[in-house]
């Protein structure tokens, strides 16, 4: 029942996030009707953020305690921030095209966000491809500690490097009522989106070590 209830909570977030973005919000005069792309963008992005936060800690957990709770957790959070990176790398070239007039540009903030990416999906092959099933969550552990390191440089990517060597706007952009309380539903919306997921992949993650720990004992048993 609890669980039904979020469920619709979710949906209604997501759905005042749709009415806010194409019914309420103002048509950006510069960009025009593609900028409404940044409500989905940012929040894909600070979402996926948040999921390989989870991984780090969860890892860090795990090689602390060696329970199976917070190897699920990383690596759910793990598949769910690769989810809304690759929302973030489809998003943010088909912003780009009208504005910037080029799908890709390696510059700073583009090139350290698919560098994360990419790190990530190596630790997700990692653990369903790279190692034994007993030495998987350990060796995924010590990966998502390090994964992590990346993910401060994407945010502050357009600080570290110079200002021509940039595309992304720097941060702290003044926006308007309607725009910045548009963006902050959309940032609620998504997190509860994320934790929802997080919390069926989860549920799923149990169900799965389960059944391999039958397998397993009904294999000795032969």
């Known amino acids: 029942m609890r669980s039904s ?4 909570i979710v949906f209604a977030a997501m ?4 009415a806010a973005i194409f019914l309420w919000v103002p048509t950006e005069k510069e960009m025009g009707v593609v900028q409404r792309i940044f ?3 940012v929040p894909s992005a600070i979402s996926a953020f948040l999921a390989f936060f989870l991984v780090f800690i969860a890892s860090i957990q795990y090689l602390r305690t060696r329970e199976e709770k917070w190897d699920r957790l990383a690596l759910s959070a793990a598949e769910l921030g ?3 990176g690759l929302i973030v790398l489809i998003s943010g070239p088909l912003w780009a095209k009208p504005v910037w007039g080029v799908y890709w540009r390696w510059e700073p903030r583009l090139t350290t966000m698919l560098i994360t990416f990419t790190i990530y999906v190596a630790y997700l092959m990692v653990r369903d ?9 350990r060796l995924g552990a010590v990966l998502g500690i390090l994964a992590f390191v990346n993910v401060p440089l994407v945010e502050y990517s357009v600080e570290m490097w110079a200002a021509d060597q940039q595309l992304h706007p720097q941060r702290n952009i003044e926006l308007g009522p309607e725009m910045r309380y548009t963006k902050y539903i959309c940032y609620a919306s998504f997190f509860l989106l994320l934790f929802r997921l ?3 992949r989860m549920e799923l993650a149990r169900m799965e070590n389960a059944v391999a720990r039958l397998r397993q004992k ?3 048993e032969v």
């Open 5 to 8: 209830l979020y469920s619709y």
């Open 15 to 18: 759905l005042g996030a749709l």
């Open 39 to 41: 409500y989905f963008h």
């Open 82 to 84: 690769v989810m809304f």
């Open 129 to 137: 491809y790279g190692a034994q099933a007993n030495q998987a969550p």
């Open 198 to 200: 997080l919390a069926q």
């Open 218 to 220: 009904l294999s000795d």
